[in-house]
């Protein structure tokens, strides 16, 4: 009974120890803005022994930069899965780094997106287009994280938009993304004009496209560039505008 009951005693100590520490350990966290973290055996396993160690102290700067280092040299190799992991290491250890989720998002939806295209060992195109687009969702799932992570920052979601203009093709997408960016503190006032340039490429949204064009047109002489009036006069035809409305 009594080896029992000193058993009981040393959990119950543990646990009066251990509580606060993962309190304060929990807090840190957020604090760091881990918000799509989860310290759980998984993260040990697609981190390794090195870098779960550094996730739980302060090295975890020092052991992303080392980790990017080795996922350059990745790339210039052309390895399209080790460079994959090892950005994930990376943003996983440091998510409040915007260039590590921008360089990780370039390498998967744009290089190896064209290294897949251009395999010449894949003789069927259907299966190379295949590949591409996995890249490109990779892409996109590396930026979305890391919106999630950074969602005050506007860089990544004018990369994002980026890619849904240049890779998917999608200009309602990639609208919203470059007028979130435009939104935020920080923005650039192109994302604005990039967002209506979008908007006026989209089916169905041609009235919108119209006012938000039209509103930039009449801020002033600096917005007037020949992509926007070159959108404005499309739209004026298909809109039927009268010729008394219409820009110069």
């Keep these: 009974m009594t080896r029992i009951a000193t058993v009981i005693l040393g959990i119950l100590l543990f646990g009066a120890v251990r509580l606060p520490?993962?309190?304060?350990l929990s807090n840190s966290h957020?604090?760091?803005h881990f918000r799509a973290v989860d310290f759980n055996l998984d993260l040990r396993e697609q981190l390794g022994q090195l870098g779960f160690v550094?996730?739980?102290?302060g090295f975890r700067s020092l052991v992303a930069d080392a980790?990017?280092?080795e996922?350059?040299?990745a790339w210039e190799r052309t390895e399209w899965g080790r460079v994959l992991l090892l950005f994930r290491?990376?943003?996983t250890l440091q998510p409040r780094a915007l260039l590590f989720w921008d360089m990780a998002a370039w390498h998967m939806a744009w290089n190896a997106s064209t290294a897949a295209m251009n395999d010449r060992t894949q003789p069927r195109l259907a299966l190379r287009i295949k590949a591409a687009r996995e890249y490109f969702q990779l892409g996109k799932d590396f930026l979305e994280r890391g919106i999630r992570n950074n969602p005050e920052r506007p860089e990544l979601y004018e990369a994002l938009a980026r890619l849904y203009r240049d890779k998917y093709k999608d200009h309602e997408h990639a609208s919203e993304f470059?007028?979130?960016a435009a939104a935020l503190p920080g923005g650039h006032s192109y994302a604005r004009r990039f967002a209506a340039y979008e908007l006026a490429q989209g089916p169905g949204r041609e009235s919108e496209a119209y006012r938000d064009l039209r509103a930039l047109y009449d801020s002033g002489e600096q917005e007037r560039l020949p992509t926007l009036l070159r959108h404005?006069?499309?739209l004026e035809i298909k809109l039927a505008i009268p010729p008394e409305r219409r820009v110069p």
């Design 54 to 57: 550094a996730a739980l102290s």
């Design 67 to 69: 980790l990017f280092i």
């Design 232 to 234: 404005l006069k499309e």
């Design 89 to 91: 290491q990376v943003t």
């Design 178 to 180: 470059f007028a979130k």
């Design 21 to 24: 520490m993962e309190h304060a």
């Design 30 to 32: 957020r604090d760091l």
């Design 71 to 73: 996922a350059h040299v």
